[in-house]
């Protein structure tokens, strides 16, 4: 069991630019990563490929955290990656950025309708929110904090969850001032953003079988850290993507995509 799981880290440290000789060098090699992997985090909580850790770039300040521990000239590619075609980005990993491909939001979308339904019918703070941006369109996060007449803190307290689960997406614009170009969140619903519904059934299953193939090995135990929807797991979902086809079992407590030990570096 040792040699395989040797062999599959090999491929995971291939597949998901963990050694400096795979570094990614430019944006449009982070965006054909994005496209390879389906998904990918910006910095590296988990068993998913990361997009900063596949810089191999020296930290803005070692041993610094939060934007401290970004890379240091390739720190501005999280915004950037997000603004190219192909590329979502979305706070649907726990709170936190995770880029996906055209492929991994149309398995996203069902979901992400299902919870724009269930948090605008579950609570009113939240429904006043949704139902303002139903009326006005996408907004400045200011002016609707001005509008529905809001505290700071307030509205950041309603737009966190509501991100989380992906019934609301924030978009960051540029916006001409007497001060120079700014940056605002632009706030939107689901359906806003993406009008159109991808067709795909609600899969969570088939979602995290995806990210296992984006992540090529992961523990069993790091299924639960890869969505914001954990209510939405199955307490078997590990035997499930087995059952499924979806993963192999190469050693005990461990999940490989299927076909990654014959998958070799290139």
Same mark, same amino acid.
């Given at each position: ?47 998913? $490929? ?207 995509? $299927? ?8």
């Amino acid at each position: 069991m040792t040699g395989a799981l040797d062999e599959l880290r090999a491929r995971r440290d291939y597949a998901c630019r963990l050694t400096p000789d795979r570094a990614l060098e430019t944006l449009a090699d982070a965006r054909e990563f994005v496209t390879d992997r389906r998904l990918l985090t910006r910095t590296t909580d988990c068993a998913l $490929p990361s997009l900063y850790e596949a810089c191999h770039e020296e930290s803005y300040r070692p041993g610094g955290r939060g934007f401290a521990s970004w890379p240091a000239t390739k720190w501005s590619w999280g915004h950037e990656l997000a603004e190219l075609d192909g590329v979502h980005s979305l706070d649907i990993h726990r709170g936190k950025t995770l880029y996906l491909s055209d492929e991994a939001l149309a398995l996203v979308d069902p979901v992400c309708r299902a919870e724009l339904a269930r948090m605008e019918r579950d609570d009113p703070r939240w429904r006043r929110l949704l139902r303002h941006l139903a009326e006005t369109g996408p907004s400045l996060a200011d002016d609707v904090e001005r509008e529905l007449r809001l505290k700071h803190q307030e509205m950041r307290s309603l737009r966190a969850p509501l991100e989380r689960c992906g019934a609301l997406v924030a978009r960051s614009v540029e916006i001409s001032s007497a001060h120079g170009h700014l940056h605002r969140a632009e706030l939107a619903r689901w359906d806003q953003a993406y009008p159109q519904p991808s067709g795909a059934p609600a899969d969570i299953v088939a979602l995290l079988g995806l990210a296992l193939r984006a992540a090529v090995l992961a523990p069993v135990s790091d299924l639960v850290r890869w969505f914001s929807w954990r209510w939405l797991l199955p307490a078997d979902a590990a035997d499930q993507l087995v059952g499924r086809g979806l993963a192999t079992r190469p050693a005990d407590g461990w999940l490989a995509a $299927p076909g990654a030990e014959l998958t070799g570096p290139a």
